[in-house]
């Protein structure tokens, strides 16, 4: 059971906008940034927003970031299929002093 | 250019010991958090301890008292030391540059598998 809540899975069309949900509280989302990932089978993970909101060198604006209380959210626009990869929300945990991931969400591009 | 290179991972007896290496070139260990991040087969990605540019650690429950987190300057290289190896620390580990509590990961290694078994 992961501290930080993602949907298991979510599916859209080419071309149609997603949206993955990480759900948490005050003692992690509600006072520390989010962070949001993506992994493709086999390879690392790869770090797509920072800081709630913040886009790396590299990563198109396609992908954004939002937080709202104790919920963060990534929008994906325009999707693709080479989209298709598992989503990870994660930030630090202030009560455990520990870092935490969402469980991860597989996105289908169908 | 930014890299990290784990090494280490290997198939190791259940109460055993194993300690991993993360070589990083193009900017100092000694000056930025550096994270290990692990994942199960088919599972999730699970933090398991970070070091503070200033030296302070800290560590996931699941790995407290068992892992330690640390670094060697001169060869900058972070390490974590893992014993009383358990099933349950079967993973790809990851050594990572950054932390949770701000700009999260922004470089990960490739990952070392440690298989622990009975």
């Known amino acids: 059971q992961s501290v930080l809540t993602q949907p298991p899975s979510v599916s859209a069309a080419p071309g149609q906008k997603v949206t993955i949900s990480c759900s948490g509280s005050?003692?992690?989302?509600?006072?520390?940034?989010v962070s949001w990932y993506h992994q493709l089978p086999g390879t690392a993970p790869k770090l797509l927003i920072y800081e709630n909101n913040k886009r790396p060198s590299g990563i198109p604006d396609r992908f954004s970031g939002s937080k709202s209380g104790t919920s963060a959210t990534l929008g994906i626009t325009g999707l693709q299929t080479g989209d298709e990869a598992d989503y990870y929300c994660?930030?630090?945990?202030?009560?455990?002093?520990?870092?935490?991931f969402g469980g991860g969400t597989k996105l289908t591009v169908l | 250019e930014v890299q990290l290179v784990e090494s280490g991972g290997d198939l190791i007896q259940y109460g055993g010991s194993l300690r991993l290496s993360c070589a990083a070139s193009g900017f100092s260990v000694s000056s930025n958090y550096m994270t290990w991040v692990r994942q199960a087969p088919a599972k999730g990605l699970a933090w398991v301890s970070v070091?503070?540019?200033?030296?302070?650690?800290y560590y996931a429950d699941s790995v407290k008292g068992r892992f330690t987190i640390s670094r060697d300057n001169s060869k900058n290289t972070l390490y974590l030391q893992m014993n009383s190896l358990g099933a349950e620390d079967t993973a790809v580990y990851y050594c990572?540059?950054?932390?949770?509590?701000?700009?999260?990961?922004?470089?990960w290694g490739q990952g070392t598998l440690v298989t622990v078994s009975s």
């Open positions: 005050s003692s992690n989302i509600g006072n520390n940034y």
């Open positions: 990572t540059r950054g932390r949770l509590s701000t700009s999260g990961f922004d470089y």
């Open positions: 994660g930030t630090w945990d202030s009560s455990l002093s520990a870092g935490v």
């Open positions: 070091l503070s540019s200033g030296g302070d650690t």
